[in-house]
């Protein structure tokens, strides 16, 4: 299993060709409270780079990018009733959604962990 992040904020867990999608920690902080999530629905077609979900939080409310490409095979229907989840466990518990990878090469096109953190120190 391999994490890929995004400059938008977004992770990708990746385990074959399922890839568990979410946001990162650092832009959970940014948002504050977590209040809301919409979601993609099941069987939907999502893209690298495009608008995948909504998350709104007291302050603000921000897209969701896809990572990659892909079919969105399960959401997590545990936002809809506790969207703090996202503030509690940004990396874990609060995911938003799984795919079915359409093209594995554009993982190369995201940032590993430590990229991920090196991009973060660029940001403060």
């Known amino acids: 299993m391999s994490v890929h992040f995004t400059r938008e904020h977004e992770w990708i ?6 890839g568990t999608i979410g946001i990162t920690d650092y832009a959970q902080k940014q948002l504050g409270d977590v209040v809301f999530v919409e979601l ?13 979900g909504v998350v709104e939080s007291v302050k603000a409310a921000s ?4 990572p990659a ?3 969105v095979t399960e959401v997590n229907e545990g936002l809809a009733d506790s969207p703090g989840l ?3 466990d940004a990396g874990g ?13 554009e993982l190369a096109a995201l940032l590993d962990g430590k990229s991920y953190q090196d991009y973060l120190g660029t940001l403060e």
């Open 13 to 18: 867990s990746v385990d074959g060709m399922v």
């Open 40 to 52: 993609p629905e099941i069987g939907a077609s999502v893209r690298q780079g495009e608008q995948a």
């Open 63 to 66: 897209e969701v990018y896809a």
């Open 69 to 71: 490409s892909g079919i």
């Open 86 to 88: 996202v503030n509690e």
């Open 93 to 105: 518990a609060g995911w938003f959604f799984k795919i079915t990878i359409a093209d594995p090469a």
